[in-house]
């Protein structure tokens, strides 16, 4: 294949281009006569010349290749090929990782991207660097697993100019080792490390042209680890700080940001003593470079322009940033790394004496010498600030010290010089305190332990070329030239290596080898040999060294001097060529400082200052020339000596030792463009970064060999379509290859055939995409020819079929229509005939019409004219009437209308006239006497009736002394005596109205006696018949009554609790996150107690063996947690609800067997031996079969009847011992209220007679005459008088009793408060207005109470009428019973007995209520019989106890008597308490799940509850507390011990809730009782409330229940990719992408192959989950709790599938989407088979669902709408992200337009709008839903269950 193929018509090229780089553009003829043709996309056509094939312009990918994640996998490799994908995937795609080769290239979005969150770890946590899309945890992960598998040191080195992200970038990473580094440890370091990182931001960072934050300096930060694996420490190294910035910053830059944060700081009083911000004068304000003083000048206080170091740059502040907020941060860091505040203090005033030493103002003194004022405020503000003399600082800042043998001279300095000399000081003190800082940082990340291996991440700074280059940009240079040797040399043996495992020849390949360059550097007679050479010289100059530089370096390739200047000289570097200025070079190598200043600041009284200066050299990485004054063997040491450039070269060789010692990974991060707008791309600024950090090197050296590579399999998939059958041997793919290759390519030097994988040149794949194009073009033309001429050729046969058809059914139309039309024309004749005639007569008839009409029409309009003109005269004489009077009429009103006016006026101005007299008589005195006579007559009589009542004042005061006499003679009696009178006239009223309604029934009953008589006979002859009648009626009534009490119960009961369960719902719903939080909290709890527990046992075994053995705690740890607010589900009442049973095996496993020995109890006894159970074989489980009563609910209905009633009767007697305690208790006032006590109950005995007989002789009326409608209306209003008569009688006793009681209190604080004046209380009447106000306030609460019943009357109605209903479906419902119960004798024998329980139950009722009427006839006997006995003692008779002495104890003889089997038991479990541990052993230690399998599911714990219940019938509460203790710390041991065990863990988890449910079962509480028995309410606990330790076994049940799901996650995980993504079920469905199949190649060669094969992964899945569904319905899981389970599982496949296709472009194409869908369908499959999918489960997969469906739509404009719509449950980024991945499999599929895209987006945000948009891209695959324990109580009673033989728990007896 030559390369003229491939420049044909229509393919793209790219052309070179000033602003863009690089243009495509399509030729429009094919290459020939070395003319390419081209046009652009704006249209626009050019003509290209070339001279030979090398010169044509360089290919574009197919647009299938294009946005590919490697730019080595692409077909063509070149600059504009990797500028354009680059470009795409970061604007298009919003993707800022690509790989290039083993470099990650990283491009700054200058946005906040939510792609670094815990799950994106998590995600990229096992995977390979190809696996995923490119990402900077991808690259962590490939340092951290290869320092796993290959136990080497890793290094990761991230490069790039300022602004690139390169410290984000390494933020990251180490975020990363992190978070996978092992154990919790990890995660102060990762605190300590982020920690440090505001730290060094405030020391090392400062603003610059180019970035707001920019690093100004190197670091290289080692991460230590453990043999394990996890991080233990950290150190720091730094290169080549910028001290020159701490004195300069050019235009438009800052200082570094602590100066500017400390200066933020000024205005707190702490810092008031830096003296930051006085009002001074300072000499260097806003004065730029220049060096002239200017007059004093007011500054603002505190403000960073006060200091010359700080306003250089003219831009103090940066956008957004707040320099105080930045400065508190620093300052908690600082405290976090173990820096006290005394030190930050001595830091801080460090770095105020810098900024103070830049003010201090030096004077030219004339000639050689400088001088400063003496009253320079900086100079004192600075000898303060460091603690050192200010005159020795004066005096060395101005001098220096020359040794001339053994004198010592002292010579003044020249202005420059001195200033010079502050600034080094200056420079030289913030050097120290920076490098003090980091040896800080360092101690405070340092491992205890000495580390296994390290990874080290190096964050250092790219190529850098500016208009003025100096000392700085020379070693930053030389660096990377240093760090791209490193990067070539090891591309370079990766790829040697790639060849070499593959077994293929191969020829060297000639890469870019910059050693020439380096050598010109830091070679012999160098560049830094000459700079140091020159430093050394007395008298060096910049010149004179630069000059050297002419001289000397010339014979270097690489070396040049410009055209134009002397001053300067040229280097090229790798990146570009590089002028450097040589001012300056010589001063900052030297980097000189006094000796004289440093001994003055070792001097300091500052303690920081001090150790900063008298610290060994070689601790601070950089080092400082000191002069000396004399000959000193500590100052002539050599490494004192050495420059600034030879310890940079030293550190650097030093640096690179270590990266070649380790494996190193690549990062080179990418400013996309000056402006630091987000998702920008300037082509221009991106090109000379991608040349200069070495990615278009590492293409380079990929295109000069083999850069497209594909396995054999791979390229057979992809490439069939281009052989023949015959071509295809299966059994040797590589064979069929070759035949292939054959085929397409002739020239054997483009490809290569490997081991494993075929090997092609740059731009061979594309050239076979086109063959395979054109071939696949082919085919489908050859397709469509055939399938048009098979759809012509049949549309001609059915057109002629079609013709055939139609011309005989014409023929035959046409012959039919010729007969027709003959028969139609000799109709036509005679039909022309009559129709002549008719029209002749027609036309006669018309015409006569016409003539007649004419003529009456003109008659007419002759008559109505005469008789308009007749209306007319006679309308024009009514009008002339009408106007006539109208004018006459006009005039009369218009003369009455002038008549008034003249009347209004006259009237008017009369009126006036007696108003002047009026106002005048008012003023005179006459008329104001008349006006007070009266007046005085009213204060006359008044002042008579004064007068009056004064001497009638005086009058009844007279009396008052005599009244005074009077009331002492009044006794306490008076009191009571009005309160005898007042009883006696009420009782008196009764009397009166009983001997009223008494006469009335005497006369009644004289009236009716003989209507009694005569009804007497007839009443004997069916008196017999109607009682047997009557008491048949009452019975049923009475059973009916008592059926629809217990029905309208159950209603109302069961209303409250669907309003309970509701509200429940509700408060659960809203209190979600908080249940979440708290069990991650829990979980978290036992994650480090199980930890805790590891490491005691390792621990243990360290120290020898068997040294430490766990005894049982009286407290579980759980329990403590317990305390913590939870929303975990508690004790509900609501949560009754259970699955429905069915016939299936799954639905009651859990309760129904069991599998033990036999009973000896008899069957009719026994509720278990109507349960068959079916054997269990071969692991799977039995089907259960219960047999239920067919009546079952009428004798609940009976039992919960009468366990009502013995509840209400419990009450009641309750109520009535405390009547009588209060009537005992009580003692009698005086003889008085006993007597009156005594005739109250005689007169209610009395009155009691009356009402019986009463009521007998109303019976006996009504029965007498139930038809006389008379006699029943006269009962009735009877009855209403009875009833408003008893009514009255009740409300006269209870207001009776207020009073008394009132009387007694009122009477009792009187006589405490007056003594014997009690009726001073009531001298002025109060007591009758109180009782007054008593009576309404009565009269209110009884019409408020009329109003209840009234209300409750209307609720009765509603009930009744709601009773009635049910009461009829209920007879609906007994007749179908009665239907079925008469099928078998079996069920009838069944019914019998049922009926022969309902009868007996039904007399028990009777006789309770017979007892009850007995009993309240007893209280009433023992009350009089107490008042007889009061009045027996008082009248002087015996002790009268012997009498009252009452036997209560017989009371519980009233109780419903119940018939106890021939053989009962109590549902307990007796043992000692030395055989408790034992006890537990078997049940909790030894317990195997295949034993517990044969068991009743449950067993264990319904054991352990029957102890528990025989320690609280023993009441003993240590035995029961150590009971319940041992359960939970064996239980607690077990599952540590088998946590990895599924069998165990849900065994235990069966058997926690088991006893969990039975202690709330059996707790007492009605909201756990609606579904017990009564023999189950009776065996409830009596003596011990256990909530608290419910509480502890829900925690348990929960850290057991995290520990399943865990256990299933873990089989689970492996399996999801492959059986969910992977799995191809519809084989050659998804086509291959093409993409290079380079592959992603890390820093060495990783061969990983999946751990399941993806056609068996969706079987095993299934399998799995069916093996966990068996496994917890066979130990007897609640069906709820499986639900959870499985929903929790699901949302875990969800989320990691999910993650994985948003991780994964080669997965998001159409037919990937469909083979999605299709494995999804299987698990929805499944859990319909499992009968799961109506309870949510396969809700959760909604998210991967509609994933699936994303890919498979159609994504036109016109489908906006529907897509947002269809993907509801997936976020916007995930939306975006699908779409931003989807890549056609083919070219003949299009790609998704950017619009599309943009349309997507702007329609979600509108949807986000009323919602929360979630801000992550990834699901949280750490998700967990909250745990729900429904209640499901056990249907089991506890006396049937029996110990089985398999387990030894003969220590046990059951009572």
């Excluded at 639905?1147 to 033990?1156: A, L, M, Q, T």
Aim: proline share 3%; net charge neutral.
């Amino acid at each position: 294949m030559s390369v003229r193929e491939l420049y044909v018509k229509g393919a793209h090229v790219w052309i070179p281009d000033r602003e863009q780089v690089w243009r495509c553009a399509q030729l429009t003829q094919d290459y020939k006569n070395h003319l390419v043709t081209v046009t652009f996309e704006d249209g626009q056509t050019q003509e290209i010349k070339v001279k030979s094939d090398e010169e044509l312009p360089p290919l574009r990918n197919p647009e299938i290749l294009i946005g590919e994640n490697d730019l080595t996998s692409l077909s063509y490799l070149h600059e504009p090929a990797v500028l354009y994908n680059l470009q795409v995937r970061f604007c298009n795609q919003n993707a800022i990782y690509t790989y290039c080769g083993i470099v990650l290239v990283a491009i700054n979005p200058y946005e906040e991207l939510p792609i670094y969150g815990p799950d994106t770890i998590s995600a990229y946590r096992g995977h390979s660097m190809g696996d995923l899309d490119p990402h900077i945890f991808a690259v962590a992960e490939e340092a951290f697993t290869q320092m796993e598998r290959d136990n080497r040191d890793q290094s990761i080195i991230v490069s790039g100019e300022s602004g690139a992200g390169k410290t984000v970038s390494a933020k990251y990473a180490m975020r990363y080792f992190a978070s996978v580094g092992g154990s919790d440890s990890e995660t102060q370091i990762e605190k300590k490390i982020l920690a440090s990182n505001p730290i060094m931001e405030a020391i090392g960072n400062a603003k610059t042209t180019r970035n707001d934050n920019s690093s100004r300096f190197g670091k290289y930060i080692e991460l230590d680890f453990t043999r394990s694996y996890s991080i233990m420490g950290a150190n720091m190294r730094t290169y080549l700080l910028e001290k020159s910035r701490v004195v300069f910053q050019a235009p438009e830059e800052r200082n570094y940001h602590i100066f500017y944060q400390l200066c933020s700081a000024a205005s707190d009083k702490k810092y008031s003593h830096l003296r930051l911000g006085p009002p001074e004068t300072f000499h260097y304000m806003n004065q730029g470079l220049q060096e002239d003083p200017t007059p004093p000048r007011r500054s603002r206080p505190g403000h960073q322009d006060n200091f010359h170091y700080l306003n250089q740059g003219s831009s103090p502040s940066i956008e957004g940033v707040d320099d105080g907020a930045d400065f508190i941060e620093t300052c908690k860091a600082l405290s976090l790394l173990g820096i006290s505040e005394a030190t930050q203090n001595q830091m801080f005033r460090i770095l105020a004496g810098i900024l103070h030493l830049g003010n201090i103002v030096i004077q030219d003194n004339g000639g050689d010498a400088s001088t400063i004022d003496k009253g320079d405020e900086s100079l004192a503000i600075v000898a303060e600030l460091l603690g050192i003399s200010a005159s020795e600082l004066k005096m060395w800042l101005c001098h220096r010290k020359i040794t001339s043998g053994r004198e010592v001279f002292t010579k003044p300095v020249t202005l420059s010089e001195a200033t010079f000399s502050r600034d080094a000081l200056a420079k030289h003190i913030y050097a120290k305190l920076f490098d003090w800082i980091v040896k800080e940082i360092n101690k405070c990340f340092a491992a205890p332990t000495k580390p296994f291996r390290f990874i080290g991440v190096l964050d250092i700074y790219g190529f850098e070329t500016f208009e003025i280059n100096s000392f700085e940009q020379f070693c930053i240079n030389y660096a990377n030239e240093k760090l791209q040797q490193q990067f070539n040399q090891h591309v370079f043996k990766l790829e040697q290596e790639e060849y070499v495992k593959e077994q293929i020849e191969w020829e060297f390949i000639n890469f870019y080898d910059n050693q020439p360059c380096i050598d010109l550097i830091e070679s012999k007679l160098g560049i830094l040999d000459l700079l140091d050479e020159e430093c050394r010289m007395p008298k060096g100059s910049d010149q004179s060294w630069v000059e050297k530089l002419y001289d000397k370096c010339k014979k270097w390739d690489h070396f040049s001097k410009p055209r134009l200047s002397n001053t300067s000289f040229l280097i090229a570097h790798f990146a570009d060529k590089v002028g450097y200025e040589c001012a300056g070079f010589l001063e900052k190598n030297r980097d000189t400082v006094s000796e004289e200043q440093i001994n003055l600041l070792k001097s300091s009284q500052i303690s920081l200052v001090h150790a900063l200066f008298t610290e060994k050299a070689q601790v601070a990485p950089t080092k400082v020339k000191v002069l000396p004054t004399g000959p000193s063997p500590a100052h002539s040491s050599k490494q004192m000596r050495k420059s600034v450039g030879s310890q940079f070269r030293d550190s650097l060789n030093l640096l690179m030792l270590t990266l070649n010692s380790t494996t190193p990974h690549y990062v080179r991060c990418i400013k996309p463009n000056d402006d630091k707008m987000a998702f920008t791309f300037d082509p221009t600024r991106a090109i000379q970064q991608l040349r200069a950090c070495g990615v278009l090197e590492t293409v380079r050296i990929s295109a000069a060999g083999y850069p497209s590579r594909w396995t054999y399999h791979e390229f057979f998939c992809r490439y069939r379509v281009l052989c023949t059958s015959r071509d295809i041997v299966r059994n040797d793919m590589r064979l069929t290859c070759e035949k292939i290759i054959a085929n397409m390519i002739t020239d054997e030097d483009k490809f290569k055939f490997g081991r494993t994988k075929i090997f092609f040149r740059a731009g061979q794949v594309a050239y076979m995409e086109k063959l395979r194009a054109d071939r696949l073009s082919a085919c489908g033309i050859m397709i469509q020819k055939n399938v048009r001429m098979y759809i012509h050729r049949n549309r001609f046969r059915r057109m002629r079929n079609s013709a055939i058809v139609i011309q005989k059914y014409a023929r035959g139309m046409a012959s039919r229509r010729l007969a027709h039309h003959m028969r139609q024309t000799a109709a036509a004749i005679k039909i022309q005939a009559c129709v002549r005639g008719w029209v002749k007569r027609v036309q006669y008839r018309r015409l006569v019409y016409t003539i007649t009409r004419l003529q009456a029409h003109a008659r007419g309009c002759w008559a109505r004219q005469k008789y308009q003109h007749m209306r007319r005269d006679r309308a024009a004489i009514v009008i002339q009437k009408n106007v006539r009077q109208w004018l006459t009429r006009r005039r009369y009103l218009r003369a009455m209308r002038g008549f008034v006016i003249v009347q209004g006026l006259v009237r008017c101005f009369l009126a006036r006239r007696q108003l002047k007299k009026l106002k005048i008589e008012a003023k005179s005195i006459e008329h104001q006497k008349k006006l007070n006579k009266g007046l005085e007559n009213k204060i006359i009589s008044l002042q008579q009736k004064l007068t009056e009542m004064k001497n009638e004042n005086s009058f009844i005061s007279s009396y008052k002394e005599e009244i005074t006499v009077l009331k002492t003679r009044v006794t306490d009696l008076k009191g009571v005596e009005k309160q005898l009178k007042a009883s006696n006239n009420q009782v008196s009223e009764l009397e009166a109205r009983i001997a009223e309604l008494t006469k009335e029934l005497e006369m009644e009953r004289g009236e009716k006696m003989d209507v009694l008589t005569q009804k007497e006979r007839a009443d004997k002859e069916n008196r017999e018949l109607i009682e047997k009648l009557n008491e048949e009626n009452v019975r049923l009534t009475k059973e009916l009554s008592d059926a629809q009490k217990e029905e309208t119960k159950r209603e109302s009961e069961e209303y409250l609790r669907r309003k309970f369960e509701a509200e429940k719902q509700q408060l659960i719903l809203e209190n979600t996150d908080e249940k979440s939080g708290y069990q991650r909290l829990l979980k978290e709890f036992n994650r480090l107690e199980q930890k805790n527990e590891h490491l005691e046992e390792e621990l243990a075994k360290f120290k020898g063996g068997n040294a430490h053995k766990r005894t049982a705690s009286n407290v579980s740890n759980l329990s403590g947690a317990s305390d913590a607010p939870t929303e975990l589900v508690h004790d509900d009442a609501s949560e009754f609800s259970s699955f429905p049973g069915d016939d299936d095996w799954m639905s009651d496993i859990g309760y129904g067997s069991v599998r033990s020995r036999s009973s000896e109890m008899s069957d009719s006894n026994r509720n278990l031996d109507n349960i068959e159970w079916s054997s269990q074989k071969t692991g799977d489980t039995s089907e259960i079969k219960i047999q239920v009563p067919q009546k079952m609910e009428d004798i609940t209905l009976v039992l919960q009847l009468q366990n009502k009633v013995r509840e209400l009767e419990k009450e009641r007697r309750n109520l009535s011992k405390q009547i009588d305690h209060l009537e005992s208790s009580s003692p009698p006032d005086d003889p008085q209220h006993a007597q009156e006590l005594i005739r109250l109950q005689e007169l209610e005995m009395e009155n009691a007679k009356l009402k019986d007989d009463l009521n007998r002789l109303r019976k006996s009326i009504a029965d007498s005459e139930p038809q006389n409608n008379r006699v029943q209306e006269f009962m009735r209003q009877f009855e209403a008088l009875q009833d408003e008569l008893e009514r009255r009688r009740e409300e006269c006793i209870q207001l009776r009793t207020v009073l008394a009681n009132r009387a007694h209190d009122l009477r009792s604080v009187t006589q405490t408060s007056y003594g014997k004046d009690v009726d001073i209380v009531n001298e002025d009447g109060e007591l009758v207005l109180a009782y007054q106000t008593q009576k309404q306030v009565n009269r209110q609460l009884e019409d408020e109470l009329k109003k209840e019943k009234q209300r409750l009357h209307e609720t009765e109605t509603d009930y009744k009428g709601e009773l009635e209903r049910l009461r009829r479906d209920n007879e609906r419902q007994q007749k179908l019973l009665a239907q079925n119960l008469c099928k078998s004798d079996a069920t009838n024998s069944e019914t019998l007995l049922q009926s022969e329980i309902m009868r007996l139950t039904s007399e028990n009722l009777n006789l309770q209520g017979q007892v009850d009427n007995l009993t309240e006839q007893l209280k009433k006997y023992k009350r009089s019989l107490r008042a007889y006995a009061k009045k027996l003692k008082e009248a002087g008779g015996g002790d009268p106890t012997d009498m009252l002495d009452v036997n209560t104890t017989n009371e519980g003889e009233v109780l419903p008597i119940i018939r106890k089997k021939e053989r009962e038991y109590m549902g307990m479990f007796e043992y000692d308490r030395r055989e408790e541990m034992q006890i537990i052993r078997v049940l909790v230690y030894e317990l195997k799940p295949r034993v517990a399998v044969t068991l009743l599911p449950g067993l264990p714990a319904y054991i352990l509850f029957m102890c528990i219940r025989h320690t609280d019938h023993i009441n003993d509460d240590e035995k029961v507390r150590s009971l319940l203790n041992n359960i939970v710390n064996g239980v607690k041991r077990v599952i540590k011990k088998r946590h990895e065990d599924l069998d165990s863990t849900v065994l235990w988890l069966s058997n926690v809730l088991r006893l969990l449910h039975n202690l709330k079962q059996y707790s007492g509480d009605k909201a756990f009782q609606a579904e017990n028995t009564v023999k189950q309410n009776e065996q409830s606990l009596k003596n011990f409330d256990l909530s608290e330790y419910r509480q502890v076994l829900s925690d348990i049940a929960v850290w057991i229940y995290n520990g399943v799901i865990k256990l299933m996650e873990e089989k689970v995980q492996p399996l999801i990719v492959p059986s969910i993504l992977e799995h191809e079920a519809i084989a050659g469905l998804s086509g291959n992408k093409p993409g290079g199949m380079r592959g992603r190649t890390g820093s060495v060669a990783r061969e990983l192959e999946s751990p399941v094969e993806p056609q068996k992964a969706l079987d095993l899945l299934l399998k799995e989950m069916t093996q966990f569904y068996r496994t917890l319905a066979m130990f007897g899981t609640d069906p709820e709790l499986i639900t959870q389970v499985f929903r929790q599982i699901f949302y875990f496949i969800c989320a990691g599938s999910l993650n994985n296709l948003l991780l994964r472009k080669d997965m998001c194409h159409w037919s990937k989407g469909m083979q999605i869908r299709y494995n999804l369908s299987h698990l929805e499959q499944w859990t319909r088979d499992m009968r799961l999918h109506e309870s949510g489960v396969t809700d959760t997969l909604a998210p991967i669902i509609q994933a699936a469906q994303l890919l498979q739509a159609r994504k036109s404009d016109d489908d906006v709408h529907s897509i947002c719509d269809m993907c509801d449950k997936l976020s916007v980024s995930q939306i975006i992200k699908i779409l931003n991945l989807y890549t056609p499999a083919d070219e003949f599929e299009d790609r998704v337009p950017i619009s599309f895209i943009h349309k997507i987006q702007a329609k979600l945000q509108e949807r986000a709008e009323g919602e929360q948009a979630q801000a992550t891209l990834l699901m949280n695959t750490k998700f967990a839903f909250p745990v729900r324990f429904p209640f499901n109580p056990s249907s089991i009673h506890l006396e049937d269950i029996e110990l089985p033989d398999a387990l030894p728990l003969t220590m046990l007896k059951k009572v």
